[in-house]
């Protein structure tokens, strides 16, 4: 009976515990997420509002590789730009851009040159629209630039730091890659890549031979930053 008593005891605890840890978790994605109502409602933009994508306006055939529009955490991506140490005159270009918010956030925090790629029209047209607001109450020079076109087929050039949010399956990250691999091979450089929500990160480490990787987690939100160089690129 008194072993028991033990036994129960300790489950209990156990309990508290893991619903002390998920009522933390909650409390935090919530305050996020506030946030990010906060940010659009200051500057008077649509970066939040999820896409599916059946509402994408482009070809069945792309529609079978893409995924819904999902806006980063604003919170998170302010901790994130803090904490890395990545030149601010590089080429910033976020694959899969959406309405444009990590464009936004990248200009804030020192990046001169940002561009944001999107095969939708809708969702570049709304992109367009944010930085336009945005311009108009930050007053910001930085160049802010939606490119409409196909990621799998754009030809990357000067860019040297790539933002990724799963935009898209492994398909077309796998020729997104190759393309950016290209671009390496025309201008040898060091480039980072930074993926929210690693999800295909296996990919992206068995294409590229990695000289250094660091994961962060902000906000219960997290991120996997890659430093490559032409150098290590795996062959073939």
């Known amino acids: 009976m008194f072993e028991c008593k033990i036994i129960n005891d300790t489950q209990m605890k156990r309990l508290h515990r893991l619903l002390k840890k998920g009522l933390k978790k909650t409390t935090i994605a919530f305050i996020s997420y506030l946030y990010d109502l ?20 482009v070809d069945d055939s792309k529609k079978e590789h893409a995924v819904l529009y999902q806006a ?12 890395l140490q990545i030149p601010k005159e590089n080429v910033l270009i976020d ?12 200009s804030e925090y020192g990046f001169e040159d940002v561009r944001g790629i999107e095969f939708s029209p809708i969702l570049c047209s709304i992109a ?27 030809q990357y050039g000067d860019e040297d730091v790539f933002f990724f949010y799963n935009p898209f399956d492994e398909v077309i990250l796998k020729k ?38 660091k994961e962060y987690n902000f906000f ?15 062959s073939g």
């Open 38 to 57: 906060y940010f659009d409602a200051k500057y008077n933009l649509d970066t939040n509002s999820w896409v599916t994508v059946d509402e994408l306006d």
């Open 220 to 234: 219960e939100f997290e991120f996997v930053v890659y430093e490559v160089e032409l150098a290590n690129l795996k």
């Open 95 to 106: 694959i899969g851009c959406g309405k444009g918010r990590v464009l936004l956030m990248a």
């Open 176 to 213: 997104v890659l190759q393309n950016i691999s290209t671009s390496l091979k025309k201008r040898n450089r060091k480039i980072w890549m930074i993926y929210a929500n690693a999800v295909h990160r296996e990919l992206i480490e068995k294409t590229m031979k990695i000289i250094r990787v």
């Open 72 to 83: 980063t955490r604003v919170l998170p991506l302010r901790k994130l730009f803090e904490r």
């Open 128 to 154: 367009d629209e944010n930085i336009l607001k945005y311009r108009y109450r930050t007053q910001t020079r930085k160049s802010l630039l939606i490119i409409n076109a196909d990621a799998a087929e754009y």
